[in-house]
């Protein structure tokens, strides 16, 4: 037990406790842009924050990833929150926990072994740009010859201060230093107070006020379907970016768990629905944020700033929190694959692309992964099913052609398959080996089939060998060549 705590929550105190106020002071901005996104108060998305931080740092199966309200879960809400109101908002919440609890149980946080490494590189790129875009509005509606100046300076020392001493997260100083310079010289910056009122006392407990009825969850479910999913992916996309900037691993099915856990418990406190930040989580990580106690006191942090150090918090400029997240932008872009999109395969480079367009101008991360999944897919589909080799020799007295069958027989090479065959070949017997070929799919088995009875037609005999074991139980199962009615349940196909 002590070696657990110490090497989960205390190898690393010193980092994780500058780390965690660094993330507290980004979070706040963000959780109130979001609750204004969901079209909900201010407090529903900070309470969701420090609710959801708190829980995952016990619950999650990733350490130093941070959780909130997201911006991507707040897209998902308005619509429900214009028609139903805040209450079927909490209700949802809570019910995306139980499915994410599901997702977790039944081990679907396995299935991130499917998603390549373009779509992660697509992913990565694709929030790096929506985090940036997502500060020009402070920039520009907002903007002013000072706000440029203090971000820019915000920047500078961003970049600089490590080569002075990296004892200190240069964030943490970013908002120190410009804090006391914008109250000084008495600066006209917007600052976090006007992005929304924070709120004055502690969360309670705070059940939905619903009716627990079958049209109430005809009306939630659909939402709540929708949140879990994008949670998830969220989730385990930043895990996964997380453990290759950590050089660790993590546990996606408990990360799952974890989730639905913390969803719950923020519903129950009258938060939204959120998942994994990778903006807060690569701040983290790159203050010095290690453990499972860096997540914790984030949360910790963010409560104690926005209930009893509120009137302080209120005089960040924004521009000190818009530099950190251009920092977070610039330094989330995987510039490597930029350079590598020449060396790369075209097949990779196409997949990334598509995966950044669609989370771009979607604002929807799950639709931009499941594009790139599909991609993916079916480029691999495609170059296993050119990985196909049939030769044939005929017999010294011309009476049997033996055929070589090598590689993937599936959808995609199925035609390929038929096609390698001549079926004039004016020889009494067919030898067809099988035993360095694999036979996927009732497409493949009905190509199958094809072979065999075009063969018969022209008065052919055919000798089928070398199945293994998979491959005949489908031939078995589906493949009607061997049946009376062969030709007629061919057709029917």
């Known amino acids: 037990m002590i070696t657990y705590l110490k090497q989960h929550w205390f190898s690393n105190l010193r980092g994780d406790v500058l780390a965690a106020l660094v993330v507290a002071l980004a979070l706040i901005p963000e959780a109130i842009a979001f609750s204004i996104i969901a079209e909900v108060d201010p407090k529903v998305g900070l309470y969701a924050s420090f609710c959801i931080a708190v829980i995952t740092a016990f619950t999650g199966g990733r350490p130093a990833m941070i959780s909130a309200a997201t911006g991507a879960m707040a897209l998902l809400m308005v619509t429900l929150v214009r028609e139903h109101g805040l209450e079927y908002l909490l209700a949802a919440t809570l019910l995306t926990g139980v499915l994410q609890i599901i997702f977790g149980l039944f081990k679907l946080g ?128 930043t895990a996964t970016i997380v453990d290759d900037l950590t050089d660790t691993s993590s546990d996606k099915n408990r990360e799952c768990v974890g989730q639905g856990v913390a969803n719950i418990g923020s519903g129950l406190i009258g938060g939204m629905a959120g998942c994994a930040m990778i903006g807060q989580s690569v701040i983290n990580v790159k203050s010095g944020g290690r453990t499972r106690l860096s997540t914790l006191l984030a949360g910790v942090f963010l409560l104690i700033l926005i209930v009893f150090l509120d009137a302080w918090v209120g005089l960040i400029p924004m521009a000190a929190l818009v530099a950190i997240m251009i920092m977070v932008s610039i330094g989330t872009f995987s510039w490597g694959s930029v350079k590598d999109l020449r060396k790369n395969p075209k097949s990779s480079s196409v997949v990334m692309i598509a995966t950044v367009l669609v989370t771009v101008f979607t604002h929807n991360l799950a639709y931009g992964v499941l594009v790139g999944v599909l991609f993916s897919a079916l480029f691999f589909a495609s170059k296993v099913g050119k990985i196909l080799y049939i030769g044939s020799t005929l017999s010294a007295d011309g009476r049997l052609r033996e055929y070589q069958v090598v590689g993937q027989v599936f959808f995609t090479s199925a035609e390929q398959f038929v096609a390698a065959f001549d079926f004039k070949d004016a020889v009494e017997k067919v030898s067809i080996d099988l035993s360095r070929a694999h036979f996927w799919d009732i497409t493949a088995i009905s190509s199958l089939d094809k072979v065999v009875i075009k063969f018969r037609r022209e008065g052919t005999e055919v000798e089928l060998i070398g199945l293994n074991e998979a491959s005949a139980t489908l031939v078995d199962k589906f493949a009607v060549h061997n049946r009376p009615d062969a030709v007629e349940k061919l057709m029917g196909h």
């Open 110 to 237: 396995d299935l991130m072994r499917f998603v390549s490494r373009s779509v992660v590189t697509g992913f990565v790129n694709a929030l790096a740009i929506l985090i940036f875009i997502a500060q020009l509005p402070e920039l520009t509606v907002h903007g002013s010859v000072q706000m440029y100046v203090m971000t820019a300076l915000g920047l500078a020392i961003i970049y600089l201060f490590p080569y002075v001493t990296k004892a200190i997260p240069s964030p943490l100083v970013c908002i120190v230093v410009l804090t006391s310079l914008a109250l000084y010289f008495g600066f006209d910056l917007r600052t976090v107070a006007d992005m929304g009122e924070l709120p004055d006392s502690l969360p309670i407990f705070l059940w939905p006020d619903v009716p627990l009825t079958w049209n109430t969850l005809i009306i939630i479910f659909p939402y709540a379907l929708a949140l879990a999913v994008v949670g998830i992916l969220e989730s385990l996309m």
